[in-house]
């Protein structure tokens, strides 16, 4: 049941983008380049020429020169002329009509909204506009324009499925800033009275498209943060007084609401935490941000810094959609360290060990030379901790790290949060032990449900059937309770007890982390008869057998469980894409209460 507040916005949203839809575009706006809160292109080209970062990404371009995109970690051969409104893996092809009537969710009519989506944020245009500014050659700006102008004439203001999620209209419209910044003293003035016409439409369609209601997530908070970033960035806009007004109020009111005292993100998801410390993150380069919102942003770096590994890698619990605000290419395992980074100059603090590369990536583009040359004081170091907000406690001892995940669904309907609870990820120094199996995709109903089950996580299922009973894409119904029941550390080792409860079961694990390795001890008690257990280990490397129970992990670690097998699973590094991987299985038929233990032994 929708509230009366809701439908009367909704009714006020329809009737302004009606009158959006029968308007014309204004071509009389004015806007100086480059834009005078970010810093000059030039300098920022001078510090990058030369370097292995400018030559990655030049190498990028050229790529998108010849119609290859990168896209979630793949190429895709979009060809010379791009087919804006089509999925380059199913071919499907959608029309140019008013936005509401795309059946955006259904695959059979549209193909892969997300694959559509992503080619049309248009940041391999920025990318281009970067090897532009950084070699001084036209090839690259001259291919942007051409993409641009064929992008206006096949995705008129309004239609067609570019334009149905206000979030993927605010990535475009930050790429479109970044591109003016970049190159557009460049443009002709006929070119630049459409460009500014066609981005000056794209703030109207955000303004009266948020997601308060619909998605009032990183979706709304996307959204906000390029609303402001419009009005903040150009101010001759008519409408920027109030564009800079309502983004930045939004954007400060979801920090206040959605990033928990612990720093964690609402939405119990890793990437997503990465994802919205962006967002929040460009909202602070771009205006005076209160002190409250700089402590919640530092404190958001230092959960990111606690849980990645040694190396920087991010480790996934919960949804990754494959999505990144500023730079989406090259080794996903940079990207927190780029965030880190990035960070690490807003805050004045050094959040992790951070390279020259790193700051490339993101900072430099953002806060120019003179800011990040500053180097600020280490301030965080990795520790054993509990984030209660989070319900997640992390492990470090010497070279072993681990995340052991004792804390609820997300509020809500518990979108992006996997039925994980209890699961363990573990490195050890930069090397995966025990992984998550990931994410894949969002809408084969399949496949979804198998890359958020519980057996593709490293924890237990009972009778077959998940800790939450799935109800969509992005929701779980019948979701467990769950409590830490204790954590301590001291010099000998880190101790954590956390329970489960769900569907008249309760399961407690037991971690203890020594230097050498650690013992998991899960006991499972619930009705009488006779129940299947089900114990996962999803495991990086390729287990090799040495006894019964025992397998080698390359060369790294001994796992040892009590009647373990090897089984085929999968794996998805980032959304889209998936590989087979290897599970060690325990499966036991026993009445209840059971007791299973397991030891993971690190080599010296």
């Known amino acids: 049941m929708r509230s009366p507040r809701e439908i009367t916005f909704r009714l006020r949203q329809e009737a302004a983008n009606a009158l959006l839809a029968l308007s014309s575009p204004n071509k009389k706006l004015q806007a100086n380049t480059p834009l005078s809160l970010l810093p000059n292109p030039s300098s920022v080209a001078?510090?990058?020429?030369?370097?292995?970062?400018?030559?990655?990404?030049?190498?990028?371009?050229?790529?998108?020169?010849?119609?290859?995109?990168?896209?979630?970690?793949?190429?895709?051969?979009?060809?010379?002329?791009?087919?804006?409104?089509?999925?380059?893996?199913?071919?499907?092809?959608?029309?140019?009509?008013?936005?509401?009537?795309?059946?955006?969710?259904?695959?059979?009519?549209?193909?892969?909204?997300?694959?559509?989506?992503?080619?049309?944020?248009?940041?391999?245009?920025?990318?281009?506009a970067q090897a532009a500014v950084i070699t001084g050659s036209e090839v690259y700006g001259d291919h942007v324009f051409r993409q641009l102008e064929h992008w206006w004439a096949e995705n008129p203001f309004q239609r067609g499925i570019n334009w149905v999620s206000a979030l993927e209209v605010a990535f475009r419209a930050l790429s479109w800033t970044w591109i003016f910044h970049l190159i557009g003293d460049r443009m002709s003035d006929d070119f630049r009275r459409s460009f500014l016409a066609e981005l000056y439409r794209h703030g109207l369609h955000l303004e009266y498209n948020l997601s308060i209601y619909f998605s009032p997530n990183t979706h709304l908070l996307g959204e906000a943060v390029a609303l402001h970033t419009l009005g903040r960035l150009f101010p001759a806009f008519p409408r920027a007084g109030r564009w800079r007004t309502l983004g930045s109020d939004i954007v400060r009111r979801h920090m206040q609401a959605c990033v928990k005292p612990d720093g964690s993100y609402f939405e119990q998801s890793t990437y997503y935490h990465l994802y919205a410390l962006d967002m929040f993150a460009i909202h602070a380069v771009l205006e005076d941000v209160p002190a409250a919102y700089c402590e919640k942003l530092a404190r958001m770096a230092e959960f990111l810094a606690s849980i990645v590994c040694e190396a920087g890698d991010l480790p996934f619990l919960g949804d990754d959609d494959g999505g990144r605000l500023f730079s989406p290419y090259g080794p996903r395992s940079r990207f927190a360290r780029a965030t880190l980074a990035t960070a690490s100059v807003l805050a004045g603090k050094r959040f992790f060990p951070y390279t020259q590369r790193d700051i490339n990536e993101i900072a430099l583009w953002w806060m120019g030379p003179a800011?990040?040359?500053?180097?600020?004081?280490?301030?965080?170091?990795?520790?054993?901790?509990?984030?209660?907000?989070?319900?997640?406690?992390?492990?470090?001892?010497?070279?072993i790290g681990v995340l052991f995940d004792a804390g609820p669904f997300a509020s809500g309907s518990g979108g992006h949060s996997h039925s994980d609870t209890l699961s363990l990820v573990v490195s050890a120094g930069d090397r995966e032990l025990l992984v998550d199996s990931g994410t894949y995709g969002y809408m084969d109903a399949g496949w979804r449900n198998l890359f958020r089950g519980s057996a593709a996580h490293n924890t237990v299922r009972i009778d077959g059937r998940d800790q939450a009973t799935p109800a969509g894409p992005f929701r779980w119904t019948d979701e467990p309770q769950v409590k830490l029941l204790e954590f301590a550390t001291d010099a000998g080792k880190d101790r954590a007890v956390a329970t489960c409860c769900y569907q008249g079961f309760s399961h407690t694990r037991t971690v203890e982390v020594t230097d050498a390795g650690l013992s998991v001890v899960d006991q499972i008690e619930g009705p009488g008869g006779e129940h299947d257990i089900e114990q996962f280990w999803h495991v990086a490397l390729e287990p090799r057998a040495l006894a019964a129970g025992q397998w080698d992990l390359g060369g790294l670690a001994e796992l040892i469980a009590e009647g373990s097998v090897l089984e085929p699973g999968w794996r998805s590094r980032c959304f889209n894409a998936k590989q087979p991987a290897a599970v060690i299985v325990v499966r036991r038929c026993a009445t209840l209460p059971l007791t299973l233990h397991t030891r993971l032994r690190l080599n010296p």
Request: with cysteine; aromatic share 8%.
């Open 46 to 128: 001078g510090t990058l020429r030369d370097t292995d970062y400018a030559r990655d990404l030049i190498g990028i371009a050229d790529q998108i020169l010849d119609g290859r995109i990168p896209i979630f970690g793949s190429m895709i051969d979009c060809g010379p002329t791009i087919a804006w409104r089509r999925d380059p893996q199913s071919g499907i092809e959608t029309p140019a009509q008013y936005f509401r009537r795309i059946p955006y969710l259904d695959p059979a009519a549209v193909g892969d909204h997300k694959l559509i989506w992503e080619v049309n944020r248009h940041q391999h245009l920025v990318a281009l």
């Open 371 to 399: 800011r990040c040359q500053v180097s600020p004081a280490d301030s965080h170091r990795p520790r054993s901790r509990a984030f209660d907000d989070a319900g997640l406690v992390v492990m470090r001892r010497h070279r």
